[in-house]
C-alpha cells in the first residue's frame, strides 16, 4: 500500500534517479519539529514506504533530503548540503507527492500526484 506522502528525486543534471538519497519526515508540533522517520531513495529515486507510519494528518511537515552526503559518496560537491521542503497539509485524505529535482547547485520541487 503507497503511503500518504511519497517523494522522489531526479539528478535532471545527469537524467538519473536519485539512488539512495536519505529523506527524514518531520512535523511541526507546538513549534517543534519532530523528526518521524529517515528512508533512503530506491533504485528508482523514490520512496513510497516509510520505514515508520507516518502520523498523518493535517499541519505543517517537512521533508529534509540529506544531498551533500548523497554526492560526497559520489566523488562530487554540491552548493546545498541539505534541502528542505516544507509544505502545509490541509487535506490529510489526499495523497501527497513531493518531489525533489536536483542539480549538484540548484533544486526545484512541485506538488505532484
Known amino acids: 500500500m503507497r503511503a500518504p506522502l511519497t517523494t522522489h528525486v ?3 543534471a ?13 512535523h ?4 517543534v ?8 531513495t530506491d533504485n528508482d529515486g523514490r520512496v513510497t514506504t516509510w520505514p515508520v507510519a507516518l502520523p498523518w494528518g493535517p499541519g505543517v511537515w517537512r ?4 544531498v551533500g552526503a548523497w554526492y560526497a559518496a559520489r566523488g562530487e560537491t554540491c552548493f546545498f548540503p541539505e534541502v528542505d ?11 501527497h507527492h513531493v ?5 549538484p547547485h ?3 520541487t512541485y506538488r505532484g500526484s
Not at 511541526?28 to 513549534?31: M, R, T, V, Y
Not at 519539529?33 to 533512503?40: D, K, Q, V
Not at 518531489?99 to 542539480?103: A, D, G, I, K
Request: hydrophobic share 35%; glycine share 10%.
Open 14 to 26: 545527469n537524467g538519473r534517479p536519485g539512488q539512495g538519497v536519505p529523506i527524514t519526515a518531520s
Open 106 to 108: 540548484g533544486y526545484t
Open 85 to 95: 521542503l516544507v509544505f502545509e497539509v490541509t487535506r490529510p485524505d489526499q495523497h
Open 10 to 12: 531526479l539528478d535532471t
Open 33 to 40: 519539529w519532530r523528526e518521524i522517520t529517515t528512508a533512503h
Open 99 to 103: 518531489p525533489l529535482l536536483l542539480t
Open 63 to 66: 521533508l529534509r533530503f540529506a
Open 28 to 31: 511541526l508540533e507546538d513549534g
